[in-house]
């Protein structure tokens, strides 16, 4: 019985220890799915903070949020390419920079942005559907109202 | 005739009267001229004085700094890495970690108290952090016992953008120099500052009996003022006129301005040492050069020892002349005693102490030449040569300093190796690197020459070279896209001929000299078959690859010759790894980028940079080329990569005519890599892509640490028959990748299929040809 309750207490720290073991970047950018992307209705963002992160790639979607509360665009894309650079493959950084992008007035770097994330984005999941959605905004700021009507549609079918 | 006599004496007498006060009058012209013309001189010296001392004193050259290493959890980080990284920011080990610029290491728990820092988002203060690692990762961040998600170190200077005279300094207050520092540097040089106008009439007396006495020049009888207005004001020419010039300055100088703001000025003007090209001017760079550390934090010993250095920064180098240096430093702590600056006791603890410096070379305060000259080209799209040599910007660059020691180190020790193996190329063969993050283009390394730290002709920018094999990819990416051919497809590698112009006959030749007859698509490429990449290149269009090259990102114009099959293009490492760099993200073309930030002197940000580019390729069509150079890496050219290195890992060798040029591109799922190796004089060198390009690659990822790539996602295996057709699963066939959004969905079991479009390839009139 000793020596049941001791390797009982043994595997649990044994799985204590390894669930104590924190997410890399790496996983935890596989696993971004449209939770991780702020609400968003035409020509509205919810918070940047919205949704679970890697701790690093948290802590700078809060500095990008209060940069784009005051609307400094520049700052919050600072922030928001340190996150890139963290996880090189979040889809949900490369939406929060588009619609940044789109904010200062370049709607081409905010396709751009959102054409990188679709490569990171499993192909007609929600996630990619989500990217897409603001993609047509893109290219509505463009004026290609046609692709962007298209897109809409793909996305609706 | 008396009278007449008398007359004539009183005329004798007259006229010397007269003509001395024709001279008297003169004299006073001439005195009166000379005192316009001194006043004139004197109010032209007094604005000069005025409007240089007033306005900007120095020019400031940019610093630009390396990445900052940013420590968050599961971040991939070896102790290696972050004890390399502390030691070059001048961090220094001891129990506690109590005060900024310390650190503690106990086991695999790390204690960094960070210096304050001013990053281009914000100034950050000191911050006392725990690091854990655990297999080779950041397991844990602590800061006042909470969990920390983000921190950066700060980042290491990593050289200056200096105007012609390459003076260089650190700015310091007053307040920020310690007093003991002042005094000794007065004791020294001036111990009446406090009571002369500029000019000391008794420091001059005291130097000429000293010089009479020695029979030499041994003591200047300049006051600090003076010093600062020769330094300052006037060249080096030693002239009565220009000395005469300097009191006058200095005069001026004490009438305007009070004893401390011309003491802080002395203390940032004064020219301590030389780095290179690099001018070390002030104590508040004397101090970062020469032991590691802010002014604030001198102990007595480097304060004197940097004050001796006032008399002859050269004579007495303490790295170079450590003798003469300690003695100077030694004499000065006495003067410091005798004045009562400190206790007799604090002199004897200081003199007893031996002389320590920090490494001239050290990563803190070395430059990184070939990095820098690219940095400076890109800034200088966006800004004046002359605001960067001359307003204090700070330029936050995106070099990875342990990447870059990685393949320094590794260059280092390759070509030693490669010459070793013949006498006859000992300091001949040179290189270039580059180095660059997967995803986002940011330059992680660059090397333009084996010496690392020459300024000279940088390889990785301006040399070009024939590219040979490395061409390659773009053959078989246009052969894939053409929907043609996929990686089990048959090509022919027989002997090839095709007439240029003026009647000249293109017959490239395999480098093993032999034909392998048809082999399937992917030996092509692995085996870097010259016959069979040229037969097909032809086959799908010169024109279509030529295109390939310049939807690649490549902007060097690329004539359709046959030739350019197999590389004969002269491309540089950088033009080259551009082009790489759209394969290895996936088909993102997007500028290779150093600037992450530039801020004034006072920290506000200027601008700031984040990716850009253009996603030209369909990704799933990357992820399947990729495929082929994973093959390359795995059993081909570069197979020794997967021997050392996880794989998978994508990689192409080249080697040009005559093995003039060996390549090596390629990368891991974090960083791409660039290397050439050859001789300036493009002689013919006894060594391939594989034998000398690939060991510096290999070298660099082992040390610097790499990354297998990903599974291919967009990717489906499939059985390929003996005829190099798609058939369906289950069928006895050799499996390739396939594009899983184009595989045709009606296949049937074992019934050879072809694919759609494959049904309407005609033969080329070349098959015909050959």
């Known amino acids: ?157 | 005739m008396a009278a007449r006599k008398k007359t004539s004496a009183r005329k004798s007498n007259a006229a010397p009267q007269s003509r001395l006060r024709i001279a008297f009058s003169w004299l006073l012209r001439l005195a009166i001229v000379g005192m316009v013309a001194l006043a004139v001189w004197l109010v032209y010296l007094d604005a000069q004085v005025r409007q240089q001392f007033d306005g900007k004193k120095w020019t400031l050259p940019a610093k630009v700094y390396a990445r900052p290493l940013s420590l968050y959890p599961g971040q991939l980080l070896s102790a290696e890495q972050l004890q390399a990284e502390l030691k070059w920011a001048d961090y220094r080990e001891s129990r506690g970690a109590d005060r900024p610029g310390r650190y503690y290491r106990d086991g695999n728990r790390w204690i960094i108290y960070r210096r304050a820092f001013p990053f281009w988002d914000g100034r950050e203060p000191a911050r006392r952090i725990e690091v854990e690692l655990r297999d080779d990762r950041v397991y844990r961040l602590r800061e006042n016992n909470t969990d920390a998600a983000l921190i950066r170190m700060e980042p290491q200077y990593i050289g200056g953008i200096f105007p012609s005279h390459n003076e260089d300094r650190e700015l310091v207050r007053l307040d920020d120099v310690p007093p003991a520092l002042v005094a000794a540097l007065i004791v020294t040089e001036d111990k009446a500052f406090f009571e002369h106008w500029g000019i000391s009439f008794r420091g001059i007396a005291r130097a000429m009996v000293a010089n009479v006495k020695a029979g030499r020049f041994v003591q200047g009888g300049s006051t600090l003022t003076q010093q600062l207005v020769k330094n300052f004001f006037l060249t080096n020419k030693r002239t009565l006129a220009r000395k005469i010039q300097e009191a006058f300055m200095a005069l001026l100088l004490e009438l305007h301005y009070s004893k401390e703001e011309i003491l802080q000025a002395y203390l940032n003007e004064v020219y301590l040492g030389q780095a290179g090209r690099r001018s070390i001017n002030g104590f508040g760079l004397a101090a970062r050069f020469y032991f590691g550390k802010s002014v604030k934090e001198l102990d007595l010993g480097e304060m004197a020892t940097l004050v001796g250095l006032v008399k002859g920064a050269s004579y007495y180098n303490p790295r170079r002349n450590p003798e003469r240096a300690k003695e100077r430093r030694d004499l000065i702590l006495g003067l410091m005693s005798e004045n009562n600056i400190i206790s007799d006791a604090q002199r004897m603890r200081a003199q007893g102490k031996p002389l320590l410096t920090a490494d001239s070379n050290r990563a803190g305060q070395r430059e990184y030449p070939a990095f820098l000259e690219l940095a400076r080209k890109q800034l200088q799209r966006d800004y004046r040569l002359e605001d960067l040599q001359t307003e204090g910007l700070h330029i936050f660059t995106t070099l990875d300093p342990w990447m870059q020691h990685a393949v320094e180190a590794a260059a280092q020790r390759q070509l030693n190796a490669l010459e070793s193996r013949s006498a006859t190329l000992k300091n001949k063969l040179e290189t270039a690197a580059v180095i660059t993050s997967v995803d986002g283009g940011e330059v992680r390394a660059l090397l333009g020459s084996r010496r690392a730290e020459f300024f000279g002709f940088n390889r990785a920018l301006a040399a070009q070279r024939a590219i040979g094999s490395l061409a390659k990819p773009v053959v078989y990416l246009t052969a894939l896209e053409s929907g043609r051919y996929h990686w089990g497809s048959l090509i022919d590698d027989r002997p090839v001929s095709v007439s240029g112009p003026g009647g000249q006959l293109w017959q490239p030749q395999n480098y093993d000299h032999k034909s392998h007859g048809k082999i399937p698509m992917v030996d092509g490429l692995a085996r870097s078959l010259n016959q069979a990449t040229a037969r097909l290149g032809m086959t799908i269009g010169l024109g279509q690859v030529a295109d390939t090259f310049t939807r690649l990102g490549l902007q060097a114009d690329i004539p359709p010759y046959p030739s350019i099959l197999l590389g004969a293009i002269s491309l540089s490492p950088f033009e080259v790894a551009g082009m790489y760099q759209t394969i290895a993200s996936q088909g993102f073309v997007m500028p290779l980028r150093t600037i992450e930030a530039v801020t004034t002197a006072s920290g506000d940000t200027l601008s700031s940079y984040s990716l850009t580019g253009e996603q030209r390729f369909d990704p799933a069509m990357m992820q399947w080329l990729r495929y082929g150079l994973e093959q390359v890496a795995e059993r081909g050219t570069a197979r020794r990569l997967t021997q050392h290195l996880a794989a998978p890992l994508a990689a192409k060798t080249g080697t040009t005519d005559d093995q003039r040029d060996a390549w090596l591109a390629g990368f891991d799922n974090r960083h791409l890599g660039v290397i050439w190796v050859g001789r300036d004089d493009n002689k013919p060198m006894p060594f391939t892509g594989s034998s000398a390009a690939l060991p510096i690659w290999l070298d660099t990822f082992r040390t610097a640490g790499s990354e297998p790539l990903p599974a291919a996602t967009a990717l489906t295996m499939a059985p390929v028959n003996d005829q190099g057709q798609l058939v369906g699963k289950g069928c006895r066939g050799t499996l390739y990748p396939f594009i899983s959004s184009r595989l045709p969905q009606q296949l049937t079991e074992c019934e050879e299929v072809t694919l759609p479009e494959q049904k309407e390839e005609k033969k080329s009139w070349l098959d015909w040809l050959f």
């Open chain 1, 1 to 157: 019985m000793a020596r049941l309750v001791v390797l009982s207490l043994l595997a649990l720290s044994v799985l204590a220890g390894c669930s104590a073991v924190p997410p890399t970047p790496e996983q935890q950018q596989e696993d971004v799915g449209p939770a991780q992307l702020p609400h968003w209705q035409p020509g509205m963002m919810g918070a940047f903070t919205q949704g679970q992160h890697h701790p690093a790639v948290a802590s700078l979607f809060a500095k990008a949020e209060q940069a784009r509360e005051q609307s400094h665009w520049r700052s919050a894309m600072t922030y928001l390419d340190q996150a890139r650079q963290i996880q090189p493959r979040n889809p949900a950084i490369f939406y929060r920079a588009a619609w940044v992008s789109l904010q200062m007035g370049d709607a081409r770097q905010a396709e751009q942005l959102l054409q990188r994330g679709l490569v990171f984005a499993p192909q007609n999941s929600e996630l990619s559907r989500r990217l897409k959605l603001l993609l047509a905004e893109c290219l509505d700021a463009q004026g290609r109202v046609m692709e962007a009507d298209s897109l809409r549609a793909q996305v609706a079918g």
